[in-house]
């Protein structure tokens, strides 16, 4: 379970849903909206990257600066259960072993609540 893998505190996650296409026109506009969710203090950031249906080499490199932002504010990057064109772009250049990648077909935002904590913000980025 993700809960199991991080500490999870209520203040600084956020939970992405990333869906369409990351490539040069969308790439910096992700690294935007996310980079506002850093600078909130939201530092433990899921990305649920299941619906990305392309990622090219500027995708690549704005989630590399994304994981550098993160480690720069002392939290974490977790991306879950990434599409297939999302996987093998990410293990072509070895950025597999980089990133926590966390695969789990049953996989639902509503895990890294309990009863006892508020509701992890979630935003929807939709790329076309």
């Known amino acids: 379970m993700l809960t199991d893998s991080i500490p999870i505190d209520p203040k600084r996650i956020q939970l992405f849903e990333i869906i369409g296409r990351i490539d040069t026109n969308s790439a910096m506009q992700m690294t935007h909206t996310i980079q506002k969710a850093i600078m909130s203090g939201r530092t433990q950031l899921v990305l649920d990257m299941n619906n990305v249906e392309y990622i090219n080499s500027a995708g690549l490199r704005e989630l590399v600066q994304i994981f550098?932002?993160?480690?720069?504010?002392?939290g974490i990057l977790i991306l879950v259960n990434?599409?297939?064109?999302?996987?093998?772009?990410?293990?072509?250049?070895g950025l597999d072993s980089v990133f926590t990648i966390y695969m789990d077909p049953l996989w639902d935002a509503s895990r890294l609540t309990t009863p006892s904590l508020p509701a992890v913000p979630r935003q929807m980025c939709y790329y076309a």
């Open 82 to 93: 990434p599409s297939e064109y999302v996987r093998k772009p990410l293990e072509l250049v």
């Open 68 to 74: 550098k932002r993160v480690q720069q504010a002392g």
